[in-house]
């Protein structure tokens, strides 16, 4: 048979971290990356994990593989990735720590079509990491997706898709509402930042001693720019690519509306 599939991705699905580990120290740990015949590897297995079996029990596992020598890199024979299963079945921490360890374009793939329909043989949808997440990622989805739009993952309209389900579509259209709060908030807070520190100091503002008005004047001009950025970065405000990313969102979700 498939040896990949007998051997590790039985014991991974199950979250058995027990069995895993005896499998590496008998010396079969060069088998771990062993895909099945549709190019599911035993960690997509461990994230998705079994019926009932909690997700602490799925993370553990995925977490032991990845530490020791899982490919997080790997695509099955349809074009889903290991992040983008991470991102629909795993807590936004894991999410994150993974991000770090697989390519920049892995964060938006597969970026084609949409399939929702899960077998034995595909057991989990072919979408995009963001939409992953947005579809079955319920304790973790917003903060999943807002780290991949500041990432510059692309916002696309099937993966924010409605539902006939009055109370999940209530929930999704809830979450999807916190969403363009956030990326608006976050784009007034970088306004409100520019004209705080490059206007200020010109208009005068009342509100501001003449000592405080004098040093936001030397913030202005080219030369302080690294300056101008460490405050943003310590006062938590957006800048440079972040600003596009939030933008490009704000513009879908508002098409999409």
């Known amino acids: 048979g498939d040896r990949g599939l007998d051997l ?23 088998s ?12 997509m297995r461990a994230m998705i994990g079994s019926y009932g079996m909690g997700p602490v029990r799925e993370e553990a596992c995925a977490r032991w593989m ?7 890199k790997a695509i099955d024979n349809r074009g889903v990735t290991t992040f983008s299963v991470a991102a ?10 993974l991000a770090g360890k697989v390519p920049p374009e892995h964060l938006a793939l597969p970026d084609f079509g949409r399939s929702v329909g899960g077998t034995m043989d595909a057991p989990f949808p072919i979408m995009s990491p963001m939409g992953a997440a947005f579809e079955y990622n319920t304790a973790h989805r917003v903060r999943i997706v807002k780290f991949l739009i500041l990432r510059g993952a692309p916002v696309r309209f099937q993966d924010f898709p409605p539902t006939d389900h009055d109370a999940i579509n209530q929930r999704r259209q809830h979450h999807r509402r916190q969403l363009v709060d956030w990326a608006k908030a976050e784009l007034a807070n970088h306004r409100t930042f520019v004209a705080l520190v490059l206007g200020c100091g010109v208009h005068g503002c009342r509100d501001v001693q003449p000592a405080q008005r004098s040093k936001l004047l030397k913030l202005r001009g080219d030369g302080n720019t690294d300056a101008r950025m460490r405050i ?26």
Do not use: Y
């Open 88 to 97: 629909g079945e795993m807590s936004f921490a894991f999410v994150r720590e």
């Open 32 to 43: 771990m990356n062993t895909p099945c015949s549709n190019g599911i590897t035993p960690l």
């Open 232 to 257: 943003a970065k310590c006062l938590g405000v957006r800048t440079g690519s972040e600003l596009g990313h939030l933008r490009r969102a704000v513009a879908v979700w508002g098409a999409q509306s």
């Open 66 to 72: 990845v530490a020791n020598g899982a490919d997080v």
């Open 8 to 30: 590790w991705s039985n014991p991974a699905f199950h979250g058995r971290v027990d069995v895993c580990a005896w499998l590496k120290a008998k010396g079969a740990g060069g």
